[in-house]
């Protein structure tokens, strides 16, 4: 499959239904690759919304639902790029440190261009972006979102 065309599919249940993300491996090749290989390994299966905050993003990824954890793979090195962080645009969770991504990823509600060329822009939501806007708010949400299943296809 030519990553190009690669699209992350983020199922969030019946009542909700499904987010597809583009993956951008032009912008971020070893974060698209840690994504696809995670997403395939059912990783993301079943995993919450953590924060989600309105106005600026709803984070997803830590398997404890936490926002404290991350895969048992090795953090990435940063993939910073210029791809300008705005509505519906799918960015790399980490710490202080820039090589400090796993798992953790982030979509944007609105302009936050403040974090561009610090988080790596890997993907950009193309379709179910209202349902990402309906993920419930906290930081953590009372009752949170959830990825049903993840998967990653062609197209």
Known sequence: MADEFLTLTLDTGETQGDVKIKLRSDL????VERIKELAGEGFYDGVKFHRVIPGFMAQGGCPHGTGMGGSDKPDLKAEFNAEPHVRGVCSMARTSAPHSANSQFFIVFDDATFLDKQYTV???VVEGMELVDALPKGEPPRNPGTI???TVSEG
């Not at 971020?28 to 974060?31: D, I, K, L, V």
Request: hydrophobic content about 40%; aromatic content about 10%.
């Open 28 to 31: 971020a090749p070893g974060h």
């Open 148 to 150: 049903v299943k993840a």
């Open 122 to 124: 890997w993907g950009q």
